[in-house]
């Protein structure tokens, strides 16, 4: 068939179990092709294709919402829902969004890009159409790692406990979160999965045997996985449980799916799927290099991604002071596998749990462990109540990686790290830090570990950059908590944190402006001696901040001249109260009016003017 011609999930109905499975080949082949040239998650759309095609097919979008959890699984919907001419588009500028996106279309009936959030927002739909009086199923899709999430659990708990109210929660299994799941949690399914033998000699007899005798077959096969699987978590919590299935037969899919639409109480159906269907490597990729793959390209990449430059000069620092790293999930994103190998007993992967690892990164500090916390700055988000409260009030000295800080490119508005500056300037007792290069990040980091007893923030972005001596042999060095000059003049100064300040120095070129370029890469607490000094001195200051506005680091240097009367003039350039969508990194500072081009156009302007 023609999937360019598909508009929307409609005409499924109409195609035979042979059409709908020669459907789900075709999408196959277009998402191996596709996904590459623009990027994107892989394993996880390869995954989800035969299930995306049955839910569809049995149930009335939108009158009946699907939940997509994290949302990064959903292409095969997008295509059914009559996105597939925007593919080529995916995740870039103004393109299409690589999640699911409310204002792509109404069958995007919610948004997330965080872990852990469908079968909440599952309730609250449910609950919605029931005071609405509206009709139509609520079907959340979530995957075996997300389900261990505790926003999961707390959802979960609440909706088993409501006799009154049906939910339908598509396990989806594929025993991978990014990396292999991890938990007690994942064990027990494990138990479950051990029923895939029913499955593979499913496959074999619905071969050979008519129809008539596979239903005789199956009913003595469920009984007797029944018997076998007495204990059964999601039945303890008042849900029925179907499964596990074969998530990529959709006869079977749609047979159950029929069944379940037509029962009363809320169900969870466990289906069993393998990550990366259709592509080798991807199917026997167990690290989750295929889980996002970026888009392909003939230009060599240079340079170090700065979550590697954070985890070997971590590995340099071991053979001064042992440390534990406590990782929610993202190891292959933060760089942490060679780490892991290297140093097993000090390293664990503690699921997509953020919550759960700064509390238990704060009890190892408590407890007298050296213990570093690599986050995604959105992920951070996740823990704002357990950093504040367990780590920064009690002043516990956890060290954070903070990655992805600033904009995050092609991940887009769910994934931007531009909230942590101001979540963490709140919080008592924090430093919060950015290197500007390689060298200091590595002198920071050794700073963060073994000079402060404070909570300590290390912030870095997404992206690569040159490395400027070999982190894995450095020598240690010394740092004051200071800021520093990178060019030191008279008139106008420049402040900005992190590789920022090259567009600052170049900015700085351009322009002739001969100014102080200066490195606040300790944010908080600010060097209050250096900003008095800068203000003596200069009578233009412009502050760039790649961060929310609000209680970043320019409203500290406003309430510091205020208190201390200085009249300079002043002036920032920020992110004001705005969802910034996804799209190339440089596209987005342009759109931001944040570029070098607009810099040094605001520069020009405020020196002038004022
Ligand atoms: C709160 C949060 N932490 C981390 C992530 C990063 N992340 C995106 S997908 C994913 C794995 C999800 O695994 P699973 O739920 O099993 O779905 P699968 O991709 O295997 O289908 C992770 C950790 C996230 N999106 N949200």
Known sequence: MDLFSIKDPSFLKKLTYKELKALAQEIRLFLLDQIPKTGGH????????????????????????????VG???????????????????????????YINYKESIHDQWESGHAGTALSALTGLLYAKKLKQEKGDGIAIIGDASITNGMSFEALNLLGSDKNTKGIIVLNDNEMSISKSVGSISKALTRFRSMKIFIKIKRFWQLVLPEFILRFLGRIQRGLRGFL????IFEDLGYMYVGPLDGHDIKGLIYNLKRIRKVKKSVVMHIITEKGRGHIEAEQDKVGTYHGVSKATKIQKEGMSWSEVISQS?????????????????????????????????????????????????????????VFLPLYATFAQRAFDQILNDIARSNHHVVFGIDRAGLVGEDGSTHQGLYDVSMFYLMPNMVITMPYDTDEAFDLLYYGLMKQHNPFVIRYPRGLVSVKNDLLNRDIRDIEPTWTYLRKSDKVALISYGPSLDLLLRANDHLSLNASVINARFIKPIDEKMLKEILDCHTHIFVYEEA???????????????????????????????????????????????????????????????
Not at 45 to 59: D, M, P, Q, R, S
Not at 72 to 98: C, M, N
């Open 229 to 232: 699987q007495r204990q059964n």
């Open 314 to 370: 971590l590995d340099r620092l071991q053979s001064i002071e042992k440390t534990f790293v406590v990782m929610p999930a993202m190891t292959v994103g933060a760089q942490f596998i060679d780490f892991e190998k290297k140093y097993p007993d000090r390293y664990l992967d503690v699921g997509i749990a953020e919550e759960h690892a700064a509390t238990m990164a704060a009890s190892l500090a408590h407890n007298g462990v050296k």
């Open 42 to 69: 892989l394993s996880s759309n390869l995954g989800t294709i035969e299930l995306i095609i049955a839910l569809h097919y049995v149930f009335d979008s939108p009158e009946d919402a699907f939940i997509f959890d």
């Open 72 to 98: 990064h699984q959903a292409y095969t919907h997008k295509i059914l829902t009559g996105r597939i001419h925007e593919f080529d588009t995916l995740r870039q500028t103004r393109g299409l969004s690589g």
């Open 548 to 610: 929310a506005n609000t209680g970043s680091l320019y409203p500290q240097i406003l309430s510091f001249m205020a208190k201390h009367q200085y009249q300079n003039k002043i002036t920032s350039m920020s992110i004001t109260n705005k969802v910034v969508e996804h799209g190339h990194y440089k596209d987005i500072l342009k759109i931001l009016e944040m570029d070098q081009e607009s810099i040094e156009k605001a520069i020009k302007e405020f020196i002038h003017e004022t």
